[in-house]
């Protein structure tokens, strides 16, 4: 990633783990993370989103925040409405390709299947190969997958969201965008 100057506008963009469901607006990660990193980071998540729903969002959000980066955030809800991997991977993909278009970085953040194992699908990591952006397969399974981190069965709480929040402001820093 390149550099982000402090007037940067960076997009959280995504459902309802983006959104905050489970914690006060306040304490949603695109919220605990713009005042980590002292950067505005717009909350453009919505509840129940699908990578269709997405899709058909992205340009009107792009054309309105104009952002140097974009944190991309969905497919859980996919899933649990048993869409087909290759529709899901097909719709990342063309998010990921009118964001770069637009101008903007993206930085992928998986979200892992609803089952015990808490596995994260491989098409993140193909298109963030593909694409050569970074991706972040770890966080939301190890949130996900500890208790004390969670508001109920799939949504974080308070501090599973700070912990959130503080993973992605470490990997920001780490592929040189702060």
Not at 53 to 81: A, F, I, T, W
Request: hydrophobic share 40%; charged share 20%.
């Amino acid at each position: 990633l390149y550099p982000l100057g402090s007037d940067a506008v960076i997009v959280a963009y995504g459902d309802s783990l983006t959104y905050g469901t489970g914690a006060p607006r306040s304490d949603s990660y695109p919220a605990v993370l713009s005042r980590l990193i002292k950067i505005n980071v717009i909350n453009a998540g919505i509840p129940g989103e699908t990578t269709t729903q997405g899709l058909k969002r992205l340009p009107s959000m792009l054309e309105k925040y104009n952002p140097s980066l974009v944190l991309l955030c969905l497919g859980g809800n996919d899933v649990l409405k048993k869409v087909p991997a290759k529709t899901i991977s097909a719709n990342l993909k063309k998010m990921v390709a009118l964001i770069q278009s637009h101008g903007a970085q993206v930085f992928l953040i998986a979200v892992p299947e609803a089952r015990l194992t808490l596995s994260v699908p491989d098409y993140y990591q193909n298109i963030a190969n593909e694409f050569d952006i970074p991706v972040d397969t770890e966080t939301l399974p190890d949130l996900l997958g500890d208790r004390s981190q969670k508001s109920d069965s799939v949504h974080l709480n308070r501090s599973g969201y700070r912990r959130f929040a503080e993973r992605i402001a470490e990997q920001l820093k780490q592929y040189g965008a702060l």
